[in-house]
């Protein structure tokens, strides 16, 4: 595809349940971002990777959330044991280069957590 | 923690009406960016700045970088209901190499 693509694009979850966001990136970007957007605010950074490997994980709201990115391109952001608080738009981006450089962040158009 | 803060949160103008964004932070940063985020997608890319003092134009967009790189502005000219969205700056930060995202300004242009 030509841009960054996630899935589902809706999820709505009962508290307690665990639930998976994927995302796949541009291909050939080498870095992959992973952020939390909460209604009409800006963007939370949770976690990047560069290839396959995540150097900082600081930005993960809790033990709950993990991600991994298999070959270099897709990538899973899991939440288990989903808390009202979750809910959010979770937006994935993917970028040339080095994570942390001024390369272009093309962003995906999101997955809407809902947590009921 | 480095914070940016961006104004106002919320803007309602008529078509044809100035505006000007701004954003703050006490941090310095190595390039900042400004976003434009629509209903249901993610956001894109305006502009970039680097250097301190950078004034970059976009149509009717001036965006400008401060002396001391901890600042920004967005200025439109003449706004449209087309420029209605949601605008975020984005500090890329030299310690973290993290983008470090704005609040966001809502705008909306009435026709």
């Known amino acids: 595809g030509a841009g960054v693509s996630q899935s589902p694009s809706n999820k709505v979850t009962e508290k307690g349940k665990d639930v998976e966001l994927r995302c796949d990136p541009i291909?050939?970007?080498?870095?992959l971002y992973w952020y939390r957007q909460s209604l009409g605010q800006g963007l939370e950074f949770l976690i990047y990777?560069?290839?396959?490997?995540?150097?900082?994980k600081s930005g993960l709201p809790s033990d709950r959330f993990s991600a991994e990115r298999t070959g270099g391109s897709v990538s899973t952001l899991t939440i288990q044991r989903t808390q009202q608080e979750d809910s959010a738009v979770y937006l994935c981006?993917?970028?040339?280069?080095?994570?942390?450089?001024?390369?272009?962040?093309?962003f995906g158009p999101g997955t809407r957590l809902t947590v009921t | 923690t480095q914070l940016l803060e961006q104004s106002p949160q919320f803007l309602s103008i008529q078509e044809g009406e100035n505006l000007t964004v701004y954003c703050n932070s006490s941090?310095?940063?190595?390039?900042l960016q400004w976003y434009r985020q629509e209903p249901g997608e993610g956001p894109v890319l305006l502009v970039t700045?680097?250097?301190?003092?950078e004034v970059k134009k976009l149509k009717r967009l001036t965006f400008q970088f401060g002396d001391a790189r901890k600042d920004s502005s967005l200025h439109i000219t003449a706004a449209q209901p087309g420029d209605t969205g949601l605008y975020l700056c984005a500090g890329l930060s030299s310690n973290t190499g993290k983008l470090i995202f704005g609040q966001g300004t809502t705008l909306q242009v009435k026709p």
């Open positions: 700045v680097v250097t301190g003092g």
């Open positions: 990777f560069q290839g396959n490997s995540a150097p900082d």
């Open positions: 981006a993917s970028s040339h280069g080095l994570a942390g450089s001024s390369y272009e962040q093309y």
């Open positions: 941090s310095v940063f190595s390039s």
């Open positions: 291909s050939g970007h080498t870095a």
